[in-house]
């Protein structure tokens, strides 16, 4: 099977690209570091030439209110690029609630991003992750002075990004879902309590303040992170997965 993964030069994008190859697929990986440019279409017919499916997991530059626009014009470009290459089966990667969160931006343009593809010419896959355990870092980051973090309490239960990959993997070499599949990590916590418990392990002496109007996360109502009844768990614990990091 021949897959072009959009996005292929990034965290989870490269990951996928190596595990596919692994497993003997033709595999082309495409961004903007190799000539392809979403937003204007330039490179994208190359990229899909001869493809049976298409993964798309590239992302906006920012998460504020551009990127409903950035969504919107790369989802339309590569959908028509793929109906004219033949692409089989579009696949992309969401946010497990994503459509519960209109409060965001960036939660806003995803949907939109899920809306466009349903609407599409080819038979689609949806795979919504949670929370990457490899963003934990930066999520604290936005909201320390440097002594306290402060974080909601936000119900989440996290996966690795490896995690993701082989879903994604899974997806991607299977008939189209022309649906969504959730994956998650495999324990729920509180968004500060998860700092806690990484800062104790990273042996960080900054001390997590809870406050439910901290960072991004605030702005989340209830548990609509946390993936429902169905979704697919992942074995990788958090604990586990900070200890082999370090």
Same mark, same amino acid.
């Given at each position: 099977?021949?897959?072009?993964?959009?996005?292929?030069? #990034? $965290?989870?994008?490269?990951?996928?690209?190596?595990? !596919?190859?692994? &497993?003997?697929?033709?595999?082309?990986?495409?961004?903007?570091?190799? #000539?392809?440019?979403?937003?204007?279409? &330039?490179? !994208?017919?190359?990229?899909?030439?001869?493809?049976?499916?298409?993964?798309?997991?590239?992302?906006?530059?920012?998460?504020?209110?551009?990127?409903?626009? *950035?969504?919107?014009?790369?989802?339309?470009? !590569? !959908?028509?690029?793929?109906?004219?290459?033949?692409?089989?089966?579009?696949?992309?990667?969401?946010?497990? #609630?994503?459509?519960?969160?209109?409060?965001?931006?960036?939660?806003?343009?995803?949907?939109?991003?899920?809306?466009?593809?349903?609407?599409?010419?080819?038979?689609?896959?949806?795979?919504?992750?949670?929370?990457?355990?490899?963003?934990?870092?930066?999520?604290?980051?936005?909201?320390?002075?440097?002594?306290?973090?402060?974080?909601?309490?936000?119900?989440?239960?996290?996966?690795?990004?490896?995690?993701?990959? &082989?879903?994604?993997?899974?997806? &991607?070499?299977?008939?189209?879902?022309?649906?969504?599949?959730?994956?998650?990590?495999?324990?729920? *916590?509180?968004?500060?309590?998860?700092?806690?418990?990484?800062?104790?392990?990273?042996?960080?002496?900054?001390?997590?303040?809870?406050?439910?109007?901290?960072?991004?996360?605030?702005?989340?109502?209830?548990?609509?992170?946390?993936?429902?009844?169905?979704?697919? $768990?992942?074995?990788?614990?958090?604990?586990?997965?900070?200890?082999?990091?370090?």
């Amino acid at each position: 099977m021949k897959i072009t993964v959009i996005g292929g030069t #990034g $965290l989870i994008g490269s990951q996928l690209v190596a595990r !596919l190859r692994e &497993a003997g697929h033709e595999v082309v990986a495409s961004s903007l570091s190799t #000539g392809l440019d979403l937003l204007t279409g &330039a490179g !994208l017919d190359e990229a899909l030439d001869g493809a049976d499916t298409v993964v798309n997991v590239s992302n906006s530059p920012t998460f504020d209110e551009a990127s409903p626009a *950035f969504f919107r014009t790369t989802m339309e470009n !590569l !959908l028509a690029a793929g109906e004219r290459a033949g692409v089989t089966h579009q696949v992309i990667l969401s946010i497990v #609630g994503v459509d519960q969160v209109p409060q965001l931006d960036y939660y806003r343009a995803k949907t939109l991003q899920e809306e466009l593809l349903r609407g599409g010419p080819t038979p689609y896959s949806i795979v919504r992750a949670t929370q990457f355990y490899e963003f934990m870092d930066a999520v604290m980051s936005w909201t320390s002075d440097g002594e306290t973090v402060r974080l909601p309490a936000t119900p989440v239960q996290p996966i690795a990004s490896a995690d993701v990959v &082989a879903a994604l993997a899974d997806v &991607a070499t299977a008939p189209p879902l022309n649906g969504t599949l959730d994956v998650a990590g495999p324990d729920a *916590f509180s968004l500060d309590d998860l700092g806690r418990l990484t800062l104790e392990r990273q042996k960080d002496p900054r001390t997590v303040v809870t406050d439910d109007k901290a960072g991004m996360f605030a702005a989340v109502e209830g548990d609509v992170l946390v993936p429902r009844p169905g979704a697919r $768990l992942a074995a990788t614990r958090y604990e586990d997965w900070l200890s082999a990091s370090r």
